[in-house]
C-alpha cells in the first residue's frame, strides 16, 4: 500500500496550458515537500509546506497544503516545455517516530510538456 | 556549487562483487539520508545519520549494505556480494539540524547496475 497516491501517473499537454496534480493520504503528515526530477539526476526541492491550509506561490507554480495535512496539490499555470519532469511529493510522517526524519514518498506525476 | 555531491555517478558491476559509494553533503548539514530508486518509483527510505551517528535503518537495509559516516561529515555506503535485484538509483540527501530541518537537498545520485 502505497502511503502517498499521486495522481495522475503521466500528464501530457500543450504548451501555455494550465494543470493540477495531487498527492494524496489517509495519513497525516508534519510537512510536505514538493520536487522535481529529471532522468538521470536527483529530486530538486521545489516548496515545502508545514502548515495545514497552507498556499505557497513560485513564479507560475502554487502549491496547497490541506487543512487535515493529508493531501496536496500542485497547480501550474501556463506549463512550459522547461517544467517537463518527474513531480515528487514526499512528506514527513507526524507518527514515525521521536528523532525520525525519513521522508515517505509518492511515485510521481510524469508531466511532458509539448511545445 | 556547494551542494550534496556523490561519487560515481554510473557503477556497472557483476554479480556477487562488493561496492561502495560515496556522499559528500552540504557543509554544516549535520543530518545525511540515503535513500534507493527504482524505476517507476518514488525514492525509498534506507539509513539516516545524525552527525556520526546511524539512527535509524528500514528494513530495506539487509545485512549485506553498511553505510557509515565516521567524522560527521562524508559518508559511504557499501553493498556486499551485489544481487540483480540491487540494481537502482542510490540518492544521498542531506538536512541542517535547525529550524525547516525537514528540507532534505539530494546529490544527483549513483547508478547502479548489476550484471
Known amino acids: 500500500t502505497q502511503l502517498l497516491e499521486q495522481s495522475p501517473q503521466f500528464l501530457s499537454i500543450q504548451e501555455g496550458e494550465n494543470l493540477t496534480v495531487y498527492c494524496n493520504s489517509s495519513s497525516v503528515f508534519s510537512s510536505l515537500q514538493w520536487y522535481r526530477q529529471e532522468p538521470g539526476e536527483g529530486p530538486v526541492l521545489l516548496v515545502t509546506?508545514?502548515?495545514?491550509?497552507e498556499v505557497k506561490k513560485l513564479k507560475r507554480l502554487t502549491f496547497q497544503f490541506g487543512d487535515a495535512r493529508k493531501d496536496s496539490s500542485l497547480h501550474i499555470n501556463a506549463a512550459q516545455p522547461g517544467d517537463t519532469g518527474l513531480y515528487l511529493c514526499?512528506?514527513?510522517?507526524?507518527?514515525?517516530?521521536?528523532?525520525?526524519?525519513?521522508?515517505?514518498f509518492g511515485k510521481g506525476t510524469k508531466l511532458s510538456v509539448i511545445p | 556549487d556547494t551542494g550534496v555531491s556523490q561519487n560515481p555517478r554510473h557503477k556497472i558491476t557483476k554479480r556477487g562483487q562488493n561496492v561502495t559509494f560515496r556522499c559528500d553533503p552540504i557543509?554544516?548539514?549535520?543530518?545525511l539520508y540515503w535513500y534507493r530508486q527504482t524505476l517507476g518509483q518514488g525514492p525509498e527510505f534506507l539509513t539516516y545519520?545524525?552527525?556520526?551517528?546511524?539512527?535509524?535503518k528500514s528494513r530495506l537495509l539487509s545485512d549485506r549494505f553498511s553505510a557509515e559516516r565516521p567524522k560527521g561529515s562524508f559518508s559511504t555506503l557499501e553493498i556486499q556480494r551485489t544481487e540483480q535485484g540491487d540494481s537502482a538509483m542510490y540518492l544521498c540527501a542531506s538536512s541542517s539540524g535547525l529550524a525547516h530541518s525537514y528540507e532534505q537537498y539530494f546529490g544527483p545520485g549513483t547508478r547502479l547496475t548489476v550484471t
Open positions: 557543509s554544516e548539514h549535520n543530518r
Open positions: 545519520f545524525q552527525n556520526e551517528a546511524q539512527l535509524e
Open positions: 514526499a512528506g514527513e510522517l507526524v507518527n514515525s517516530g521521536a528523532g525520525s526524519y525519513q521522508l515517505t
Open positions: 509546506v508545514v502548515t495545514g491550509g
